[in-house]
């Protein structure tokens, strides 16, 4: 049996945006689909890009194509990502999308491990130091983190 990579790519959007306004979000403009060769790059039911990790070799070709920077790489045994590219703050970002980031901190302050940090108004999750516990999961009010295995929910 093959062995997986060790990176593997996610899109920082979850297509949630409630106008055409949220210049944060996906555009779906297709060039990540265009750029991966192994075809794990498809439209979620919401238009905004999604990212089939089995499918995914961490080439990066897609993060590259992405004119929106909302396409990063992270480690694969690292089940926690952030699904949000809003910089706006509180009623901004809830008024551009239904599951943005609203900058309010519990994920940071709740993170035994400084693991995750808030800086420009999005949370930025560092694999290195994640301890997996699922407490950013949790705490986010918004559903922004998220476990892509669907064991830890708010």
Not at 24 to 36: E, F, P, R, T, V
Not at 53 to 70: D, E, F, N
Not at 85 to 105: T, V
């Amino acid at each position: 049996m093959a062995r997986l990579p060790k990176k593997t790519a996610y899109v920082a959007c979850n297509g949630g945006c409630r106008s055409i306004n949220c210049g944060y979000g996906c555009i779906a403009c297709s060039a990540c689909i265009n750029a991966c060769r192994k075809e794990a790059v498809s439209y979620n039911e919401y238009g905004a890009a999604e990212i089939d990790v089995l499918k995914c070799v961490g080439c990066g070709l897609c993060v590259k194509a992405c004119p929106q920077k909302l396409i990063q790489l992270h480690d694969r045994e690292n089940f926690f990502i952030v699904k949000c590219s809003n910089r706006e703050k509180g009623m901004q970002a809830k008024m551009e999308c239904r599951i943005s980031c609203i900058a309010c901190g519990l994920c940071e302050k709740n993170c035994p491990s400084q693991a995750v940090r808030v800086l420009d108004n999005i949370v930025v999750l560092n694999d290195y130091y994640c301890l997996a516990c699922g407490n950013c999961v949790i705490s986010c009010p918004r559903g922004v983190i998220i476990d892509t295995r669907g064991i830890i929910r708010r």
